[in-house]
């Protein structure tokens, strides 16, 4: 991907938190997320306007299911620090 150089203004505490070296990645990794957060919301504007808005239930629905996601990976992990320890 071509680059070019921008100047921009931030607060000084972002600059010392990240570092001399890594300044440029962490603000280009930064508007990456942010440019993924946008489409969503604009995927998230198209579904609703062609299926309506969400409900409660659909809601509840989408927080068990990432709540038995997390779950499962937590699993993961703890099988996977079992079988480092046992090693």
Request: negative net charge; proline residues 3%; without cysteine.
């Amino acid at each position: 991907m071509a680059t070019k150089k921008y100047t921009v203004t931030l607060p000084e505490e972002i600059r010392s938190e990240v570092g001399p070296g890594a300044f440029s990645a962490y603000v280009t990794r930064a508007i990456e997320r942010q440019r993924e957060h946008d489409r969503l919301g604009e995927l998230v504007e198209r579904m609703e306007g062609e299926y309506g808005p969400l409900t409660d239930g659909d809601l509840a629905a989408a927080e068990a299911e990432r709540r038995e996601i997390e779950q499962w990976f937590g699993e993961q992990d703890a099988g996977t620090e079992s079988h480092r320890s046992a090693a």
